[in-house]
């Protein structure tokens, strides 16, 4: 099976501008969850989506919203980019009834 | 909410020496994973840890999960450079599938 794909993988971008980034899960996933991973803080969840529903959130601002399509794929916007949005955005996508997360290589968004 | 404490934060070791870094939890764990990370990629699913003072092994890693089901531990036995990264815990508890990470643990092997 195909892993779980992520684009783009770089992306410069300046302050108030917003960004969508990509994910499409490996084959027979419903599961997609995002996670924004910094030196500093580490891997952060954002959100995960099943079967084109938000089922759980992180505690990030409004800023960050996402949306998955009927084929599982999902994609994540981030409004009015700040420059603390400089990070790496990991999508896991995982079979039903399982926890194990499978990463995708990630979109490295830089901010200016 | 559950926190996932991971420690220590960075090691350097001789290649050869062995490695161990170790996690904590606020709360019972439902099941604990193990992740690695190479530099400049992505976590990678090592291992799932579910039952109380389970012990598993992968060529020179052993994993151990607590009596409590609260710790965990990740071994790596002889290091090599190729054991380069960062390893991360992640658990589970409550009913919820979504992991909890740990900071991660930063290994660093000079040959």
């Known amino acids: 099976k195909a892993g779980v794909t992520q684009t783009p993988r770089y992306l410069i971008k300046t302050r108030g501008q917003q960004v969508t980034l990509s994910c499409s899960p490996i084959s027979g996933h419903r599961s997609v969850s995002w996670y924004q991973q910094t030196p500093g803080q580490g891997l952060q969840f954002l959100f995960e989506y099943f079967s084109e529903t938000q089922r759980n959130k992180g505690n990030f601002p409004g800023r960050f919203s996402g949306r998955q399509f009927s084929n599982s794929r999902s994609e994540m916007n981030v409004s009015t980019l700040e420059l603390g949005d400089s990070a790496l955005y990991l999508c896991a996508s995982r079979a039903p009834n399982q926890e194990t997360q499978y990463f995708g290589p990630g979109t490295r968004l830089l901010v200016l | 909410g559950q926190q996932v404490m991971q420690i220590p934060q960075y090691q350097h070791v001789q290649e050869g020496e062995d490695f161990t870094t170790y996690c904590n939890s606020s709360?019972?764990?439902?099941?604990i994973q193990w992740y690695k990370q190479r530099p400049g990629g992505h976590p990678v699913f090592l291992i799932q840890?579910?039952?109380?003072?389970e012990v598993k092994k992968q060529k020179r890693l052993t994993f151990q999960f607590g009596e409590a089901k609260k710790n965990s531990s990740l071994h790596i036995t002889a290091t090599q450079t190729t054991d380069v990264g960062t390893y991360f815990c992640?658990?589970?508890?409550?009913?919820?599938?979504?992991?909890?990470f740990g900071r991660g643990t930063s290994l660093i092997v000079h040959p």
């Open positions: 840890l579910v039952k109380s003072g």
């Open positions: 992640a658990g589970t508890s409550g009913g919820s599938y979504i992991p909890t």
């Open positions: 709360t019972t764990l439902s099941n």
